[in-house]
């Protein structure tokens, strides 16, 4: 009789103890609760969806990282281009400034100044960093078209002379 005692403590005991966990990786086969497993199974999609709109979001900002990547590279491409176009104006615009004879010196006068003023030009370009695309880069740009443009007009009168 003692022993069916003890037999019938212990197996209450492991039966409750098993009882004590919703997990039955925790809990063993007593443990099995159709509501617990339901819970357990919710609290996951919920991670997982919380999870997958994290991803969703970082997507979306990588796409618009890489979309304002490419319209830097395209500013930056342009703004070469444009640089380049500058340089074989100026180009042009000295080897005018070479054939211009001048006749008087008054004539020779202007011509040195519009030398001195396309080498100002030539050096403000080499300065110019094109590696960077900002606003101050392409209004520098466009400043010093504006004054080859002009200096061309003024080697145009001069030549004309």
Known sequence: M???IILCIVTIFFV???????????GGLFSYSPT???ERQQEREA??????????KERKSNEALKADQAAKKAQID???????????????????????KAESQEQQAKLDQLRKRHDSIESQMSAISVGTDSAGQRAKLAAL???LEQLEREADILSDL
Request: aromatic share 2%; hydrophobic share 30%.
């Open 16 to 26: 409750s103890g098993c009882a004590t966990t919703t997990d039955p990786r925790a």
């Open 47 to 56: 991670k997982l969806a919380a999870i997958e709109a994290e991803q969703n």
């Open 36 to 38: 617990s497993y339901e």
């Open 2 to 4: 003692n022993k069916s």
């Open 145 to 147: 078209k504006a004054e």
């Open 78 to 100: 342009k703004q070469r281009k444009d640089l380049a176009a500058l340089k074989k104006e100026s180009r042009q615009l000295d080897s005018r400034l070479s054939a211009i």
